[in-house]
């Protein structure tokens, strides 16, 4: 019998990535990547027209570009036959929302190019806060069943969020809009021509749980009219993960190359879906998929509130287990905009004569420092706060500095303030009593051996690190492979197919006792900016207002 292939299609923020996996081993043969033409709409639609801060959309015809050039070109890599391919899946960030018709036509695409709210709502639009911090207050005031599986705090970034915001800030565009989508759903749909809900979104994103979503009254009481959303815009029928959603549409394989008829599966979150590439299908092993932002997932034998956790979900991950998530809203961002504009060119310059990026540089000059040498400690909110405080309205934060400073030892700092606050996530899961005893790194980061090893000193875990360039296309291939009958289900295939080596940071007790003495300021810091004051609120209101008045 001739070799059997899947492809797994990964979405990212800026770019979707393929890849074409064998299904005997999980050997990576191919890969493609398309850059999203429009990337992320921040500042301008298309046109030209301004959008307020905390905005973050995207248009769906990128999506469908990348099943047109990168699944093409990962089978071109990969020298395969494409008639040996039996399955596809993919994965997307989330909480990323399609506004819809009835058939799947995006909003933005029938006629309402001018209007923000038709867009895709991508999982970093953070304008949705005050809908947040009404859905929260009033969930706690009713004593809402549902709210501490979300460890007492529903984000910004989710669906019912996003949906309240289209819904008082453009009533015409809520009322056309017929099916409010997970773009993980929504690319599957434009796969398979059917329209599946997966259990991962609905149950992290869309606060589905015990086969219920939030109640009429409840949604009644937020804001009137607003009580149908759930039957009228998001309930639809849920897919289990692995599941097959379906399978590829003539239309679908005219885009890939791929066969026509070959199984599609139930989407996934990006995050989620990188556990059993990592072959993390057991309790106590923690995900962290580092890139531009983190999401932290861990499945667990026993169901437990904890506080801050972006959700728990029977089956969120793997079948038969408790899912957990929780997360950093900001980490390569934070990175990256140092490196953009907090960096004087003559750096720039030495970095170049010596061969290396601006992030090798700084990492490089300041892996020779002792812990604690720079004098900084940094609050890692620069794109707010996803666990455990779960308020978008926060903002990052640099003490210490002096005349002395010097670029790399503020990018210490910040390398240091995101382990910090993965401690912070790590260490509350652990009161709560939901144990953590590995910690896997996926995503681009896990290339930078400083990062990884500061995690692990500061954390005092084992760091793994998944033996995969493309962590979540390798998932999503899995779960392919799985929805094409090669394997029974997802743990069984990730044993053959996942990749992970092992304990390659350990930690060193010495550095970790440094490392206790400025987490002990990063948690005064933590405290008071995040629970005791609300100075980084009113800053936001006082920009948003100021905005507001240069653009009337």
Known sequence: MSEQYVVGVDFGTLSGRAVVVRVSDGAELGTGVHEYPHAVLEERLPDGRSLPPDWALQVPEDYREVLRVAVPAAVAAAGIDPADVVGVATDFTACTMVPCLADGTPLVEAGYADRPHAYVKLWKHHAA???ADRINHLAEERGEAWLPRYGGLISSEWEFAKGLELFEGDRDLYDLTDRWVEAADWIV?????????????AGYKGQ????AYPSVDYLEALAPGFGGFVEE?????????GERAGTLTAEAASWTGLPEGIAVAVGNIDAHVTAPAAQ?????????????STCHVMSADVLREVPGMCGVVDGG?????????????????IFGWF??????????????????????HLTRLSATQEVGEHGLVALDWHSGNRSVLVDHELSGLVVGQTLATRPEDVYRALLEATAFGTRVIVETFRDSGVPVEEFIVAGGLARNALLMQTYADVTRLPLSIIDSEQGPALGSAIHAAVAAGSYPDVPTAAKSMGKVRASVYLPDEARAQAYDRLFEIYLDLHDHFGRRTTTMRRLKALRRAAVARRES
């Open 339 to 360: 490196v953009k504009h907090g960096v004087p060119a003559s750096y720039a310059e030495a970095a170049a004569a010596e061969g290396e990026s601006l992030h090798e």
């Open 280 to 292: 993390a299908v057991r309790a106590g092993q923690l995900v962290a998929i580092m890139g531009t």
């Open 208 to 211: 589905l749980q015990d086969g």
């Open 317 to 333: 991950i793997i079948a038969g287990s408790w899912g957990y998530e929780a997360g950093q809203s900001g980490v390569g961002d």
């Open 189 to 201: 749909w434009q796969l398979c021509g059917s329209y599946v809900r997966n259990a991962c979104t």
């Open 129 to 131: 806060q005050p809908q």
């Open 233 to 241: 815009k998001l309930e639809h029928r849920i897919g289990q993960l």
